[in-house]
C-alpha cells in the first residue's frame, strides 16, 4: 500500500512538472502559431504554396517545444523504471538466496521508496529546465 501511494504521489508530480511549462508556455505557443497561421492565410498575394510554407513555419516551434517536453518527460519516466527495474531484480536475487518473502518485500519497498524520492527530487529542476528550453524556442 505504501509502494502504491509513493508511486501515485510521485505520478502527481510528473503530472504537475508537465503541466508546468504546458499551461504556461506551450499554450501561448498554441496560441501565437493559430494567429500566425491566420495571417498566412489572409495573404491574398501569396500563392497556396506560399501559404502552406508560411503556416508550416508557424507551427515549427510549437511542434518543437511539445516534443522537447515530451522527450524530457519520456527520460524521466525511464530513469525512474530502471530505478524501479532494479530493486526488482535486488528482490529476485534475494528470493534466489533464500531470503524469507516477508524480509524481500520489506527491502522491495524501502528501495522503491527510495527510487520515488530521489526522483521527485529532481522534479523542480528538470520543471524548470523544460521551461528554459521552451522559452528558448518560442523567441
Known amino acids: 500500500l505504501l509502494k502504491l501511494q509513493k508511486l501515485a504521489r510521485s505520478q502527481e508530480a510528473v ?10 508556455d506551450i499554450r501561448k505557443m498554441q496560441g501565437l502559431t493559430f494567429q500566425g497561421s491566420t495571417s498566412c ?19 515549427v516551434p510549437l511542434a518543437q517545444a511539445q516534443a522537447l517536453v515530451t522527450s524530457e518527460l519520456e527520460k524521466f519516466q525511464d530513469r525512474l523504471a530502471q530505478c524501479i527495474m532494479l530493486c526488482n531484480d535486488k528482490a529476485k536475487d534475494s528470493i534466489d538466496a533464500g531470503s524469507k518473502e516477508l524480509q524481500v ?25 523544460m521551461k528554459e528550453a521552451v522559452l528558448c524556442i518560442g523567441k
Open 15 to 24: 503530472d504537475s512538472m508537465v503541466k508546468s511549462p504546458e499551461r504556461e
Open 41 to 59: 492565410g489572409e495573404d491574398h498575394q501569396a500563392s497556396m504554396q506560399q501559404v502552406h510554407q508560411s503556416i508550416e513555419c508557424c507551427h
Open 105 to 129: 518485500k520489506q527491502q522491495l519497498d524501502g528501495c522503491v521508496t527510495k527510487c520515488v524520492d530521489g526522483y521527485m527530487h529532481l522534479i523542480p529542476t528538470t520543471t524548470e529546465k
